[in-house]
């Protein structure tokens, strides 16, 4: 349960603000059809973030403990740093296609996840839970659907009114502190 509640607030949080929640925006600005956006966004961070918990889970069978344990709290740390760098969308980004609305959120969204913090968090959730993939993936998928479903329902009213500056400083505070609990073995 811990992994759950962890991945999920952890990516709730590190989510507002990024660039998938401003592609959120983009998409329900331009498409208005809230459903099969918020099913691509669904299918493709189920996707994403699968493949990311798999590579953390297997990385730390290649990897002593303790090269293990300062790896995650170097990363958990460098991700608190990266919370607090603003991020924006690429303009050269395709939002139009042949794939419908669900089709462009999916690929859209997929390959605006790749390298993303909350991709990252993943890795390194998945391999400080070893004993907990499946709760890591849907905590992490929960966090993501968290963040960007009132993002399509609510567009960019939401984006206005929410204090992105301090939310992304407590993001901050929450992976620090994980980054300083793994390296001081907590």
């Known amino acids: 349960m811990e992994a759950f509640l962890v991945s999920t607030s952890a990516v709730a949080l590190a989510e ?4 998938t929640q401003l592609l959120a925006l983009l998409l ?12 691509g966004i669904f299918v493709a961070t189920i996707g994403n973030h699968l493949a990311a918990a798999w590579v953390g889970h297997i990385a730390s069978a290649y990897i002593t403990t ?10 958990f740390i460098a991700t608190a740093i990266w919370m607090l760098i603003p991020d924006k969308i690429d303009d050269d980004m395709p939002l139009r296609g042949h794939f419908g609305v669900f089709g462009t959120t999916l690929i859209a969204f997929f390959m605006a996840e790749m390298g993303d913090k909350t991709q990252i968090a993943t890795v390194a959730l998945s391999a400080r839970f070893l004993d907990a993939l499946p709760a890591v ?3 992490t998928t929960m966090g993501m659907m968290i963040a960007n479903v009132p ?3 609510l567009g960019e009213v ?6 992105i500056d301090l939310v992304h400083r407590v993001a901050a505070c ?3 502190v994980l980054g300083i609990l793994t390296l001081l073995q907590v």
């Open 174 to 176: 929450i992976f620090a």
């Open 66 to 75: 303790d090269i293990m344990r300062w790896v995650l709290g170097i990363s």
């Open 151 to 153: 993002a399509v329902l």
């Open 158 to 163: 939401a984006a206005k009114k929410l204090p």
């Open 16 to 19: 507002i603000g990024d660039k």
């Open 28 to 39: 329900a600005a331009r498409f208005k059809k809230p459903v099969p956006i918020i099913l």
């Open 137 to 139: 993936v849907l905590g």
